[in-house]
């Protein structure tokens, strides 16, 4: 209340018309109230009527798609399959939370209509896709127990089986790289053996070397086959000639290592065996080296172990029976000339207990202390003793001491 009114001056109807003027609005009021209500009057009719024109662009929008929808399905039912239910392809039930200005909700619905719509899919059986191919029977659900491997105990990435098949591979390998040598090139081994070397190096000489000069080196050092054949060895007790009786022995006792060597060949044969004349030939050497003494390991006759190594070289070469006898024979007499020499300068009581002596001297350690007993031997009396054993020896350096002892006969003195 204002102070006239606390005061109580004022009278009834001055009092009535003091507070009318104080409730009513000052004019600069009541003018923008009426312009503002215009104003809203006005924006109000101008969305009213958008959204008339957006309704009515929906609604027909609206019918063009129902009426599409109504269309598509009836295309469907008759094509399609009579028997399989319909499937519903559009979804337009959708209530909204929300109220809207509109009558019905009309855009809303719209838009759930468009958000929810499904694309048709057309039917299987009319697809003319290569794909389009109907299962032919019901397949079972893949299980992992089926389709992963069963654990097994592996070393390393290998499973025990692989591992044992790769060893076996390894050592096949190892044991042809170690024990074969085969000499593909004579001209360079020949020239290769008559380098001369210092500690088992290769030297540097004045003149080089080439094959006509060896071969003349060697026909200078080695006799020819008419004074091969004529030579004999020197009976004298201290001038026994071991190289001329190799090249001598070698013809005499070529039969009788052929015979042998059929022998053998014609067993093998009948036991199913097939015969491999490399394999046969890469193992000479061994077996060879393998009836020597321990103090043979280096060669006591060097220039008779030359032609030796070349015979084996071609016969791991040539890969031929022919050649195969003819490196059995040189192999066979180059031991008996070895043999010959040991026993000859050594009595039996200095190497019967010797665990690396010769096996052939072992089995014929009997006879050989009985030649010992005799007065006054000679050296040729030993290698005719080693020459009766040729055709054992040749055996035993095919087969192998365990396997050619069989044919080891004794000696008669």
Known sequence: MN???RKGVLDGPSRVLFDGMRVASPPQATHATAANNRKDSHSMHDATKEAHDLLKSQ????????????????????????????????????????????????????????????????PMDHDPSPTNIPPSKHLPAL?????????????????????????????????????????????????????????????????????????????????SSKAKSATKPNTSDNDFDYV???????????????????????????QGEDINWEEWASQLEHSILSLLPSQYVESPFPEVFSDV???????????????????????????????????????PSMWEHDDDVSPVLQHYLPEIKQLWAQRRMKK?????????????IAAVVCLGYADGKRHLKPIIL
């Open 143 to 223: 299980n992992l127990n089926t389709l992963l491997p069963l654990p097994k105990k592996r070393i390393g990435i290998y499973s025990p089986r692989s591992r044992r098949e790769l060893l076996e591979k390894y050592m096949e390998k190892r044991t042809k790289r170690l024990s074969r040598k085969k000499v593909r090139y004579r001209v360079r081994k020949t020239l290769a053996n008559a380098r001369p070397r210092v500690k088992g190096r290769f030297v540097k000489t004045d003149q080089p070397l080439t094959a006509a000069a060896v071969e003349e080196m060697e026909k200078a050092r080695t006799p």
């Open 59 to 122: 609604e027909l929008f609206l019918s063009v798609v129902l009426d599409w929808q109504q269309h598509e399905s009836t295309d469907t039912s008759v094509h399609g399959d009579s028997s399989a239910p319909s499937e519903q392809v559009y979804t337009s039930s959708f209530e909204s939370s929300e109220g809207s200005d509109h009558e019905g909700g009309a855009a809303t619905r719209l838009m759930n209509f468009t958000r929810n719509a499904k694309p048709a899919k057309p």
């Open 380 to 392: 040729n009396q030993t290698f005719e003793f080693m020459e009766g054993a040729i055709p054992g």
């Open 309 to 347: 190594a070349n015979t084996l070289g071609d016969a791991e070469e040539d890969c031929s029976m022919e050649t195969f006898v003819r490196a059995v024979r040189a192999g066979t007499m180059y031991v008996a000339i070895c043999l010959s020499q040991y026993i000859s300068l050594r009595p």
């Open 3 to 5: 102070i006239a009114a």
């Open 244 to 270: 001329g009786a190799y090249y001598s022995g070698e013809d005499s006792v070529r039969d009788d290592v052929q015979d042998m060597l059929r022998l053998i060949v014609a067993s093998k044969r009948e």
